[in-house]
């Protein structure tokens, strides 16, 4: 049975996306305002750390430990579990110095000491954000740490692995709620701050069963897709959802949805995989998809998906003295939007265009649209050229979600 919505179309996440822009053309001074004014400097400031652990004996956990190295004392700055057969990543600001550690946690206290396997690894690289070298490699191998060795002191508390590729996750907690998702636009260094970004499954990995990943739009969350993730038969598909702040320039998304699945695929060596995308998810994952695609077979299905951008995204970007980052990229016929079209998706790929008809009388909306994106830029031809299937449905913008026909419409696109 379908989620209700909740009332009739209010906020959805492309109307957030939209009336934040306007409010906050208009309140320069606000507090959210000045928060995410503060984010979009240290965002740019942020890049990963990340690397495999080696010489694990497969029986006790694992965990990774990253340390900040100032004037004083090291300081922990981030704590995770490491899966098994999964690599550690960590969201860190550049132009300093960290250092990173694996600890395998052979009785279980949340302390490393004498006997125990440990290693420990400077990182005096540092990542230049000025050349795009955002990303650095840190490979760690556990050796049996020495008496008069140099300890660094773990805390007493399980970590979280907020870098995540392919931790089973449940779509209830709060993390993947719709507050958060809000977060991310506003927030999003915060957000990476306590959530990070990857890739997360429902169930652990079962390698009979297809991925299908589910990829949300502009302040939107996991949770948008409760109704569609419970529809698929989950004998033959597994549903898979990316976790990001959707404040991020699309192409650096885009890039991280990518890397990511080329290391959880590189792992678990699957040759099929389904994505399903709303809204601004869809250009997101298209700019993905056609970095690394999957060339056994892939379905790829979007919905109510601005191909040609946004204009009031335009006019927020251009009014704003400092914008979300991701609204400089859904700008009517953007360079984002320019470049995604510039290569067309292979054409073994199966792909289908569902969107919403459900007009609401907005200003700096078309008079075609679905409250919250304009028809017109939802059927751009350069998109849907050479789609299987545009279906046109009289729901809103999130309430195509929670629908049957779209539900069938997925089932469909899975299965033939």
Same mark, same amino acid.
């Given at each position: 049975?379908?989620?209700?919505? $909740? ?78 057969? %999964? ?19 052979? @009785? ?7 006997? +125990? ?10 990542? %230049? ?47 993947? %709620?719709? +507050? ?22 429902? !169930? ?25 993730? $419970?529809?698929?038969?989950?004998? *033959? ?13 699309? !192409? ?9 699945? +080329? ?15 709303? %809204? ?45 980052? $991701? ?14 079209? +510039?290569?067309?998706?292979?054409? *073994? ?18 008079? !075609? ?6 028809? !017109? ?34 089932? @469909?696109?899975?299965?033939?």
């Amino acid at each position: 049975m379908p989620l209700a919505n $909740s009332g009739s179309d209010r906020v959805t996440s492309g109307f957030r996306l939209v009336l934040g822009g306007l409010v906050a053309s208009l309140l320069h001074s606000s507090c959210t305002f000045g928060t995410l004014r503060h984010d979009l400097v240290q965002l740019d400031q942020i890049g990963n750390v990340h690397g495999t652990i080696q010489n694990v004996d497969g029986t006790q956990p694992v965990y990774a430990a990253a340390y900040d190295f100032g004037e004083t004392a090291p300081r922990l700055v981030d704590f995770q579990l490491v899966p098994e057969r %999964s690599p550690y990543v960590f969201a860190l600001p550049a132009q300093r110095f960290h250092a990173i550690a694996s600890f395998q946690d052979r @009785n279980e206290d949340w302390r490393r000491s004498r006997g +125990k396997s440990a290693a420990f690894r400077y990182s005096p690289q540092l990542v %230049s954000l000025g050349n795009n070298q955002r990303s650095l490699t840190a490979n760690l191998s556990l050796v049996d740490w020495p008496n008069n060795g140099f300890l660094l002191q773990l805390p007493r508390i399980p970590g979280s692995a907020r870098g995540s590729l392919g931790q089973v996750a449940s779509l209830i907690e709060s993390r993947f %709620s719709s +507050k958060e998702g809000e977060r991310g636009l506003w927030e999003p260094n915060a957000f990476l701050r306590d959530h990070f970004v990857g890739t997360y499954f429902l !169930e652990p990995y079962g390698p009979t069963k297809i991925p299908v990943l589910f990829v949300h739009g502009a302040a939107g969350s996991p949770q948008d897709f409760r109704y569609l993730m $419970s529809q698929p038969d989950r004998r *033959w598909f597994q549903p898979w959802f990316y976790h990001c702040p959707s404040g991020h320039r699309l !192409e650096r998304s885009a890039g991280g949805i990518s890397e990511i699945l +080329k290391v959880i695929q590189e792992r678990l060596g699957f040759t099929q995989m389904h994505v399903v995308a709303h %809204s601004m998810g869809g250009l997101v994952a298209c700019r993905a998809l056609l970095r690394n695609p999957y060339e056994d077979r892939q379905n790829f299905l979007t919905l109510s998906t601005s191909w040609n951008g946004h204009g009031a995204a335009q006019m927020d970007a251009r009014r704003a003295s400092t914008a979300v980052a $991701s609204w400089c990229d859904v700008q009517t016929n953007s360079d984002f939007i320019q470049g995604l079209f +510039k290569t067309r998706l292979p054409s *073994w790929m199966t792909y289908g265009f569902p969107h919403g008809n459900k007009s609401s009388r907005w200003i700096w909306l078309p008079t !075609e649209n679905d409250g919250s994106v304009g028809a !017109e830029s939802e059927l751009d031809v350069r998109a849907l050229q050479d789609a299987r299937r545009v279906l046109g449905l009289p729901y809103g913008h999130t309430e195509i979600l929670n629908r049957p026909e779209v539900a069938r419409t997925l089932n @469909n696109f899975l299965t033939t």
